[in-house]
C-alpha cells in the first residue's frame, strides 16, 4: 500500500526536497546531496525511493521552477513536510515515451478548464492528494506549444480505476487514474498555457538523475547480501567465495556499482554547475540507461552467486531483481535514453567539427 507513514517521517526530518529554498521547507542543499539522500532510501527498498522522488523531487521541481507564489505555498509546503503527497499524470494507455502524442484534454470555459481523460502506471494513483497532469489545451497547435501542465487535486471526477499488480516495486499505489469534467481553477496552471514542453524539459533532469542516484541504492544490498553469504557458504571443503567463478562475480558487480555511482556524481556536479544544458541533457540520459544496466546486472550476479536460496524469498535479493527491472523502463526507457544520448553527441560532434 502507498507508504503514507514513511513519507510523513521523512518530511518529519526534512529529508523531502532538500535542494529547494528554505522558505518552502528544503534545506537549500545540491544535486550532489539529492542524490546521496536517494541512495541512501534506495536501500530501504526501490519502492521507498520511487515514491519520495516522484513527490517531493518531480513534482515540487516543475512548481518551484515555473509555478506561482501561491501555488508553493499551497502545494509544495505541504508536500515538503510531509502532510501532503503527489504524484506526476504523463504516461496515458496509448502512449508511453511519447510525450506529445497526450490525449487528455483540457478545455478552457470561464474561470476553470475542464479535463478530460486518462492517464496510466501512475505511481500514487492510490495515495496522493494531488496530481500534476499534462494536457492538451489546443489541438489545432503545433505539437511543442499544444499542452499545458496542471494541478489537479483529487476530487469530484478524479477516481483511481485500476490498481496494477505489478512483477516488482509494489507499493505505490500504482494505478490509472480516470478525470471526467474535473473543474480545474486557472490558477492550477503550471507555467503558461500551451507551454507544458518547458515544464517538462526541467522535469527531466530529477526523474531520470532521481532514479540513477536511487537504482544504485538499491542494488547495494544485493551485493552486501551475495558478498557476506560467499564468505560462509561451502562446497567442496572450503568457502565459495575462493572459486573464482562466485569471487569475479562480485568483482564484476562491485565494478559496476562504483562506475554507475562515479556516474552519477560527475553529472549532479555538472548539474549544480550549470553547465551547458544540452550536454546535461546527454549526461542525465547516458547516467540513467548506464546505472539501470549496471544495477540489473549487480543484481543479477548476486543471484547468481547464492544459487538456488537466492532464487527463493529467504532473502531479498530475488525481490530486488523484480524490482530494478523497472529501472530501465521508467522515466524513460533506455532506448529513448540511448537516443537521446545518439542526437545530443552527433550534435556536440558536429559543432566542434563545422568550419567557421
Known sequence: RFPREFLKEAGRRQLLGCRYPKRWGGREMDWVTTCMAMEEVGTLGYIFACVFGVGAELVCDAIVQHGTERQKQKYVVPLLKGDMFAAECLTEPRGGSDFFGTATTAEKKGGHFILNGQKRFIVGAEGADYFLVYARTDPRAEPHKALTCFIVDRGPGVETRYLYGLMGSRGGGAGRLVFKDVKVPLENVVGEVNGAYSVFNTMMIPERLGTAAMTIGAARPALDIATGYSTRRKAFGRPI????????????????????????????????????????????????????????????????????????????????????????????????MAMITANEWYREHAEKTSGP
Open 241 to 336: 567465495n575462493q572459486f573464482q567463478g562466485v569471487s569475479f562475480q562480485v568483482a564484476e558487480a562491485a565494478t559496476l556499482l562504483d562506475a554507475a555511482r562515479a556516474m552519477v556524481y560527475a553529472t549532479a556536479r555538472a548539474v549544480d554547475a550549470k553547465i551547458d544544458s544540452r550536454r546535461i541533457r546527454r549526461l542525465v540520459s547516458e547516467t540513467k540507461k548506464f546505472a539501470a544496466e549496471s544495477c540489473q546486472k549487480v543484481a543479477h550476479n548476486a543471484m547468481q552467486v547464492m544459487g538456488g536460496i537466492g532464487y527463493t524469498n529467504v532473502y531479498p535479493v530475488e525481490r530486488i531483481v523484480r524490482d530494478l527491472r523497472l529501472a530501465s523502463i521508467w522515466t524513460g526507457t533506455n532506448e529513448v
